[in-house]
Each structure stands twice: as C-alpha cells, then as structure tokens.
C-alpha cells in the first residue's frame, strides 16, 4: 500500500483517499478490544457542512481518552494564526470557536485562552522594529501530540497496520526547521522535501487537510509525512525506532501573531 519511489514521478492515484484498511483494531496500538472512531485530522477543523471523504480509524479507549480537548485547543490556535485567517473554512470556523469558549463547562479553556494573549514585537526581516502587535503563546507539545496522531492514523490507513506504540513519531514545525543548519536543511530540501514536493497531495476539505508521504519499502517502520493544514501550516514527521531518529525537537510556547 505504499506510494511510489520517493525519488520517483507523481502518482495520480495519489489523489486517491484509502478506504481499505482494517476496521478491527486500533489504528494505534493494535488493540482488538473496545474500539471506537477517531477522526483524522480532527473533524472540528472542518465547518459545516463537513466534507464526504473524512477520514476515520478504530481506536480503542486508552488510545482516544483525553483527546478531545487537545483537537479542540489545536483547531483554536491554528484557525487564529495569521497566515491562515484568510482561509475561508477558518474564517467559518470562528463562530463554532467563539461559540466553544462561551460554553459554562469551558470557563477553564476560556481562561487559559486569554491568558495566552500578550503584546508581541514585529520587526521586519531585516531586523527592523516596526510596532506592536497581539498575539498568543501556542503549547507545542500539545500542537505536536496531535500531529503525531494525524500521523499514526494516516500510517495505518496507508499501510493497514498500526506503527506500533513502541516505534516513535518525531513532529517537526516550521519553527523547528528554521533553527536548522543551513547544510541541514540543503540535506533536506534535496532528499526529503523536494521528492515529496513533486507528490500529488491527498486532500480533504477544500484544502483544510493534505498530505504527502514515504514509507520505506525495505523497512516500514521507517516513514516521512509533510502534513499540511489551510494550506499554510505545514509539519514535517520521521517515524522510526527512538533510538535511530533525529534529535528530537524543544517544544518552548510559541508566539504566532493575530489577525
């Protein structure tokens, strides 16, 4: 069930969204017993009327227990971000925000919200401080953790079996990658991000969702995931042993500036 050579030319049947994967256990541990759905990417991402080809995947209770609020907290902060408010499922997602924070049972959410929200510094890429502006601090551990899922789920949908609980998930953000050395990030522009560039990108929503990915043929547990969200927010995902993947990213608050 793997996509073409990394190297190789764009498959059109990559437009193609998978349907034939298990049903009968959990997409993330292997579990058989007391499965549930989980949806993949969260379905709050997308507005009503939601899309036809949302994804869902078995799961069983330990594995979706606490979710919900980090796929509630990932759809707050990525429909805020700037380079994504003029996307118009975002901007439709607003209401269904505001509406969320303004539910009794959400005054915790409510609060650590707006305690998030400061006055941050712009400058211009030369350096130049230019004014102040709103803007949030964005818990990236919390961002990651569902960009991990999204990509556990994706890996059994693609390759009809679980990754495994003990394999590793590594979740880069455009923050982690402009940290990188300059040779680095050549190494993976050329070997990784320009091969999965020239994919066709598997799309749900209207752009809300896509992905492209590699799963190594010689060794599965081996893959590369570009994730993105609204067409701006992009990640970049290794799987693989813990032992043999690269050092993994710092997850400090993140300041993302408001529309």
């Given at each position: 069930?793997?996509?073409?050579?990394?190297?190789?030319?764009?498959?059109?049947?990559?437009?193609?969204?998978?349907?034939?994967?298990?049903?009968?256990?959990?997409?993330?541990?292997?579990?058989?017993?007391?499965?549930?759905?989980?949806?993949?990417?969260?379905?709050?991402?997308?507005?009503?009327?939601?899309?036809?080809?949302?994804?869902?995947?078995?799961?069983?209770?330990?594995?979706?227990?606490?979710?919900?609020?980090?796929?509630?907290?990932?759809?707050?902060?990525?429909c805020?971000?700037?380079?994504?408010?003029?996307?118009?499922?975002?901007?439709?997602?607003?209401?269904?925000?505001?509406?969320?924070?303004?539910?009794?049972?959400?005054?915790?959410?409510?609060?650590?919200f707006?305690?998030?929200?400061?006055?941050?510094?712009?400058?211009?890429?030369?350096?130049?401080?230019?004014?102040?502006?709103?803007?949030?601090d964005?818990?990236?551990?919390r961002?990651?953790?569902?960009?991990?899922?999204?990509?556990?789920?994706?890996?059994?949908?693609?390759?009809?079996?679980?990754?495994?609980?003990?394999?590793?998930?590594?979740?880069?953000?455009?923050?982690?990658?402009?940290?990188?050395?300059?040779?680095?990030?050549?190494?993976l522009?050329?070997?990784?991000?320009?091969?999965?560039?020239?994919?066709?990108?598997?799309?749900?929503?209207?752009?809300v969702?896509?992905?492209?990915?590699?799963i190594?043929?010689?060794?599965?547990?081996?893959?590369?995931?570009?994730?993105?969200?609204?067409?701006?927010?992009?990640?970049?995902?290794?799987?693989?042993?813990?032992?043999?993947?690269?050092?993994?990213?710092?997850?400090?608050?993140?300041?993302?500036?408001?529309?």
């Amino acid at each position: 069930m793997n996509n073409q050579s990394l190297n190789g030319m764009p498959d059109k049947k990559l437009r193609e969204l998978p349907t034939n994967y298990p049903r009968s256990i959990c997409a993330y541990c292997g579990a058989s017993d007391n499965l549930t759905k989980d949806h993949i990417p969260p379905e709050q991402l997308f507005p009503s009327p939601r899309p036809s080809n949302l994804i869902t995947v078995p799961t069983c209770g330990n594995c979706h227990s606490d979710t919900s609020k980090d796929d509630e907290y990932f759809r707050l902060k990525m429909c805020l971000r700037e380079d994504v408010g003029n996307h118009p499922k975002a901007r439709k997602d607003w209401d269904a925000i505001f509406r969320s924070l303004n539910r009794t049972e959400a005054s915790g959410f409510r609060k650590s919200f707006f305690a998030d929200i400061r006055s941050v510094p712009l400058s211009t890429p030369a350096g130049i401080f230019i004014g102040q502006r709103l803007g949030y601090d964005v818990d990236m551990i919390r961002i990651r953790r569902v960009v991990e899922r999204i990509t556990r789920g994706f890996y059994f949908v693609e390759r009809g079996s679980p990754l495994g609980l003990h394999n590793e998930v590594r979740v880069h953000a455009d923050e982690d990658l402009q940290q990188e050395t300059k040779e680095t990030l050549n190494d993976l522009n050329k070997n990784i991000l320009f091969p999965l560039a020239a994919q066709t990108p598997k799309v749900i929503g209207d752009n809300v969702f896509s992905y492209r990915f590699h799963i190594l043929d010689e060794n599965p547990v081996y893959s590369v995931w570009n994730l993105n969200f609204f067409g701006s927010v992009p990640f970049l995902c290794f799987s693989g042993p813990g032992t043999n993947l690269t050092t993994k990213p710092s997850s400090p608050p993140q300041v993302l500036t408001t529309r």
